[in-house]
């Protein structure tokens, strides 16, 4: 398989990780709609550390992975720019991990610990449209889906209602890192 086809297939892995988790655990706890993604794995809920490995740690491990061999493979051929953008991807996958090692609260949503829990997701949400947008400006062969993602990033952020802001942003996410691989792995007779 070739190295680009294979990087997008291990991020769809990962993916399907986050994806298959979310909507097993919130069917098991029977979660009504528009519940943050992140409630399975609340503090005292049963198998919360499994959800939060699977939807959160280990998906956020191997984005993170992922970015950090795409940037040791690009090496020289990336600008100082795309350097910083491949970086602020690492930066992000790992912020989607740490969201998986502060989990929420249940019984205070908005305050105590899940305070912790949802400054992770927000900076994983900023640094998710820091990346893709200056991966737009330096990283030519992805400009168009990166700038797509960063424009997403920043709708939802500004425009979503709060029970949905976290399933687009997963979906931009999803998306961005399965795509990015192809875009910038691909054999230099298609370039």
């Known amino acids: 398989m070739r190295p680009d086809r294979r990087a997008a297939a291990f991020a769809l892995a990962a993916h ?3 994806w298959g988790a979310m909507l097993a655990f919130a069917h098991a706890l029977a979660l009504p709609d528009g519940w943050p993604l992140a409630v399975p794995g609340a503090s005292g809920l049963p198998h919360a550390g499994g959800f939060n490995a699977l939807a959160f740690v280990l998906p956020g491990g191997a984005i993170a992975l992922l970015a950090w061999r795409l940037r040791l493979r690009l090496g020289a051929r990336a600008t100082l720019w795309a350097g ?3 970086r602020l991807w690492l930066l992000a996958a790992l ?15 908005d305050a105590g ?10 900076a994983w949400a900023l640094a998710l449209g820091a990346a893709a947008a200056l991966s737009a400006l330096a990283l030519p062969a992805a400009r168009w889906g990166s ?5 997403a990033v920043a ?3 500004a425009l979503a209602p709060p029970g949905f802001a976290d ?15 192809l875009r910038l792995l691909r054999p230099a007779a298609e370039a």
Request: hydrophobic content about 65%; charged content about 5%.
């Open 84 to 86: 910083v953008a491949l």
């Open 147 to 151: 700038a797509a993602a960063a424009l």
């Open 16 to 18: 399907a990780l986050t």
């Open 167 to 181: 399933r687009l942003l997963l979906g931009a996410w999803t998306l961005w890192t399965a795509w990015l691989p």
């Open 113 to 122: 610990g899940s305070r912790a829990h949802a400054s992770a997701w927000l």
């Open 95 to 109: 912020l989607f991990a740490a969201q998986g090692l502060l989990p929420l609260d249940p019984n205070e949503l």
């Open 155 to 157: 709708l939802v952020l």
